[in-house]
């Protein structure tokens, strides 16, 4: 039996055509040279651009192709023109990559309470953004806790109090994973990768940037590729070298999240996790930390008395991927948590595979 991956939420299954269409590339690179190759796929890499354009709705000139969403979320910080004084808010179940970013650049922000049902205070959010704010960020679904967060209805608070506050979006475990719609969220900002749920090569990733916000951006890494982005601001955050040969897998796999449907994509995702909790509901010694009105394809779970750890070895002894998240995380530290067993599903995942998990687990 293969190894099933229920490890989405950190590296979903590649499709096998974004795989083929890499080694392709590389071929010909082999053939060609790395330039001249590029040169012959301009046409099918700027396609990347148009597939996943389409997926959240946006312009292609407003995508970067970076290589993951943490390197995305520092290159926007970082590339900001800062006003005196300024702050950014955030929620307390931001992602601790971001967290640290912020502190290392002695950023002062300020944290809206996300309580242990995946809600927060609408008074409190209208409370912390002041005449200093310049960003509000949001994680649209944790890696920690798969509740999903209502984007558009932060984008209406923030937008309702201040237009030109930059309203960005996490969206590493989202894009590919539910409908991620950039003009229905107001965002300006959205920022993902591509080895979760769009299913594409590892050291893949894009930002989006809403063109009206260009003139606060001066991007910290210049070559001859951007360095004249006030004049031509496309594709801004992206450099003259990078992974062609990646590039088009991730396009590839964009592609055939369109070709399904994002919509059925998430109705499936959602599906599973509501059958595998359904399966497990009467076992009184195992705990769900989502709100099931929040559900996403993300389920952290305890088992009492028996550690996540040794729970993830018990199961990959049983071919069965997993992960642990430790209570080192923001969320779990502010909220007192232990340790936690995550499991994540995508749509590919089948029936009898659940049915095989849930007797795993039963077992213990």
Do not use: W
């Not at 996943?52 to 969403?69: D, G, H, R, V, Y």
């Not at 912020?102 to 209208?126: P, S, T, W």
């Not at 936690?340 to 849930?358: E, G, K, P």
């Amino acid at each position: 039996m293969d190894y099933l991956n229920f490890n989405n939420a950190g590296s979903s299954r590649t499709f096998s055509s974004s795989n083929e269409a890499i080694i392709k590339y590389l071929e010909i690179e082999e053939k060609y040279g790395g330039y001249y190759c590029a040169d012959i796929y301009s046409d099918k890499l700027n396609k990347f651009y148009l597939n996943l354009s389409k997926l959240i709705n946006c312009k292609p000139s407003e995508i970067s192709f970076i290589a993951n969403t943490t390197l995305g979320f520092n290159l926007f910080i970082n590339s900001l023109k800062k006003n005196k004084n300024y702050n950014i808010v955030i929620f307390s179940n931001e992602y601790e990559s971001n967290i640290i970013c912020l502190r290392h650049n002695k950023i002062n922000f300020k944290v809206v309470r996300v309580d242990e049902d995946g809600n927060f205070d609408i008074n409190e959010l209208k409370s912390k953004i002041d005449k200093q704010t310049l960003i509000v960020n949001l994680c649209h679904i944790t890696s920690n806790i798969g509740n999903e967060n209502s984007a558009q209805e932060v984008g209406k608070i923030v937008k309702s109090i201040n237009p030109n506050i930059i309203y960005s979006i996490d969206a590493c475990q989202s894009v590919g994973h539910v409908d991620v719609n950039v003009k229905r969220f107001k965002c300006d900002v959205l920022i993902g990768s591509g080895r979760k749920f769009l299913r594409g090569p590892r050291g893949t990733g894009f930002i989006f940037l809403r063109g009206m916000k260009n003139l606060l951006i001066n991007p910290q890494i210049i070559d001859n590729h951007n360095f004249n982005h006030n004049v031509n601001p496309n594709h801004i955050f992206e450099n003259f070298e990078y992974s062609p040969a990646l590039k088009i897998g991730l396009s590839e796999s964009i592609k055939r999240i369109n070709d399904i449907g994002i919509m059925k994509v998430e109705r499936e995702i959602k599906l599973k996790s509501n059958y595998f909790r359904d399966k497990l509901k009467q076992k009184k010694n195992i705990f769900f930390y989502e709100n099931k009105k929040k559900i996403s394809g993300i389920n952290t779970l305890s088992i009492k008395n028996h550690s996540p750890k040794k729970i993830y070895n018990f199961l990959l002894s049983k071919k069965i991927l997993t992960s642990v998240v430790e209570k080192k995380n923001y969320f779990f530290n502010k909220n007192k948590k232990s340790d936690a067993l995550r499991i994540s599903f995508h749509y590919y995942n089948t029936y009898n595979q659940l049915d095989y998990l849930v007797k795993c687990i039963s077992r213990i």
